[in-house]
């Protein structure tokens, strides 16, 4: 047994008992793990048990003991009714695209059933919870602050990883070079490069948006580096989804409050090429090309890694079955996947690549109309706190709209609206988030009654 595992097992081991104590920082603990527990040496499972691994015992400890506080603190259920509906919604569709494919596993009779049950769904539905949890816990500033902070973190430990398993060449050399070296970052950090560059594209600017709630100018330097770390991070993905992602978000966030940052917009666009040329040369790649003929042309399929070609077929799709889809791993179970293959044998596509289309696929326009209009609530409720002059509230919705927004814009070339471990911090983000907001309505509400002043001590 290595050293990390020792340490990994004493963590989890003093979280658990310390669960009982507080359960709510044995759940922000929980959330910093997860910049760790994907990497390479961290055990996935104990005893051949599947499913039996340290995250999994430390969630469902901090479970059973937020269930005991609830009963014994006998606290109310007061989410938002119709983000109660909502959400319900979510789950239902999740489940009914899980059904379809245990009753029709053609394509996928290779998938145990036991295996598509809780991979599909418990698994799909587990990332969700600790948000959930967050969103009940937080009676206080302080306990706002301590979960705001932890999944700021999370992030932060994330880009701290891809920067000691990506050398400095991969962003100053030739977009070949950074070709090579991303694919280590599956290997031994465990999130895929895609996926860490649309983590870290809204996490930059997440942290910045952070910067409101920091009155000390040392501590604004300290956010600051830790954004440009981040920033820096995202830089040595090579995930060019990610690189257009977090260039629109910034951009509508300065659009909407900061707007005088615009001025820098030029500064970026001659610096850029100067300090990260190799993500630069990446994110033209397919740019400019010359043909036999010695013509410069766009190539498509380069630019969106054959995606463009693949994407008429799923159209089609859809289009055969429009109002429900044909439920989860649809790609796969209707043959699509298998009929691309024989198409092209370079065009492995499990999934759509890309999260609108993949939704309605699965769940049709009828499905993915609660899923549209949960994420269309936060981005808009997000967009109005980032805007309020109150610094915690401009904060939360600064980040939670930051985070969205980069999911939003990567999610043309991949990402999922189904809870995955690498959106556990979006899903964290925005029930702490919707916590603030009810909070901020609430105190509203109070001051216009003036009547009870229960909520005033929250967001002052």
């Known amino acids: 047994m290595s050293l990390r595992h020792i340490a990994l097992y004493a963590l989890v081991s003093g979280l658990s008992i310390y669960a009982w104590k507080d359960w709510f920082k044995s759940l922000c603990g929980l959330i910093l793990l997860m910049a760790v527990i994907e990497h390479e040496d961290m055990p996935k499972s104990m005893l051949g048990i599947q499913g039996l691994n340290m995250w999994n015992i430390l969630f469902a400890v901090i479970f059973l003991a937020w269930l005991a506080n609830r009963r014994r603190q006998g606290h109310n259920w007061d989410m938002p009714r119709h983000i109660n509906i909502l ?87 030739s977009a070949g070079v950074m070709d090579t070296l991303r694919i280590r970052l599956g290997k031994y950090i465990g999130y895929s490069a895609c996926d860490i560059s649309a983590m870290l594209a809204g996490a930059s600017w997440a942290i910045i948006a952070s910067i409101s709630m920091v009155r000390q100018k040392k501590y604004k330097v300290i956010v600051l580096i830790a954004a440009g770390i981040v920033t820096y991070g995202q830089a040595l993905t090579g995930g060019r989804a990610g690189y257009v992602a977090w260039a629109a978000t910034g951009l509508i966030l300065c659009i909407l409050k900061w707007r005088k940052y615009l001025l820098l917009a030029p500064v970026l666009v001659i610096l850029l090429p100067i300090v990260f040329p190799g993500a630069v040369d990446r994110f033209f790649t397919g740019f400019g090309e010359t043909d036999i003929t010695g013509q410069n042309i766009t190539n498509e399929n380069m630019i969106t890694s054959d995606r463009i070609e693949m994407w008429p077929y799923v159209i089609k799709k859809i289009g055969q079955s429009p109002l429900i889809g044909y ?134």
């Open 327 to 460: 439920g989860r791993l649809s790609m796969k179970r209707t043959g699509l996947a298998n009929h691309l293959l024989q198409i092209n044998p370079y065009w492995i596509f499990p999934h759509p690549h890309n999260v609108y289309l993949e939704t309605l696929l699965d769940n049709g326009i009828l499905g993915s109309l609660p899923i549209f209009v949960f994420w269309g609530i936060i981005l808009v409720y997000s967009g109005k706190l980032f805007k309020n002059s109150n610094r915690l509230c401009s904060a939360l919705g600064g980040a939670t709209l930051a985070l969205l927004l980069a999911q939003i814009f990567a999610g043309i070339g991949a990402q999922h609206y189904y809870p995955r471990i690498s959106t556990l911090g979006l899903w964290a983000m925005t029930f702490l988030f919707i916590r603030v907001y009810l909070e901020h309505k609430q105190t509203q509400i109070q001051s216009i009654n003036a009547t009870n002043t229960q909520y005033e001590h929250f967001l002052q």
């Open 87 to 173: 959400l319900l919604l979510y789950m239902l569709v999740i489940l009914a695209g899980v059904l379809r494919a245990a009753f029709d596993r053609s394509y996928i009779e290779g998938y145990p059933l036991k295996s598509l049950l809780s991979e599909e769904f418990i698994n799909t539905i587990k990332w969700a919870l600790p948000g959930i949890l967050l969103f009940d816990g937080c009676k206080s500033r302080n306990q706002v602050i301590m979960a705001f902070v932890c999944i700021l973190l999370l992030y932060l430990i994330v880009a701290v990883q891809v920067a000691r398993f990506m050398p400095p060449a991969a962003v100053v050399s």
